[in-house]
């Protein structure tokens, strides 16, 4: 029947979404940031900002690490984030650029 809630994702615009376990999403955008979002609740679980360093183009669940989402960018910048660790210094982030020279 139509839109249940409606949830702000940053100030800039939404341009990648992907499920990551039964009731969450992750989502990004141009402010460089990653949201997880529970569903059912209707929460924000985790905001991590600044992933990469240009806007988010793909966001992928990992099939292996539940807890993990690969984010893309538009420079095809690849980066693994761990979303549940609670500060960003302490993040599991793992980053690949490839360059076209």
Do not use: W
């Not at 839109?3 to 402010?31: F, H, K, P």
């Not at 924000?44 to 984010?71: D, F, M």
């Not at 982030?93 to 360059?99: D, N």
């Amino acid at each position: 029947k139509g839109c249940q809630a409606r949830i702000n994702v940053g100030d800039g615009t939404l341009l990648a979404l992907a499920t990551v376990g039964n009731s969450e999403i992750a989502v990004g955008g141009t402010d460089r940031s990653l949201f997880v979002f529970d569903v059912r609740k209707r929460t924000q679980l985790h905001r991590i900002p600044g992933i990469v360093k240009y806007e988010i183009t793909a966001v992928c669940a990992s099939r292996v690490n539940t807890k993990a989402v690969y984010v893309t960018s538009l420079d095809h910048e690849i980066a693994m984030i761990d979303y549940t660790r609670k500060s960003a210094s302490h993040l599991a982030r793992h980053s690949l650029r490839g360059e076209n020279r």
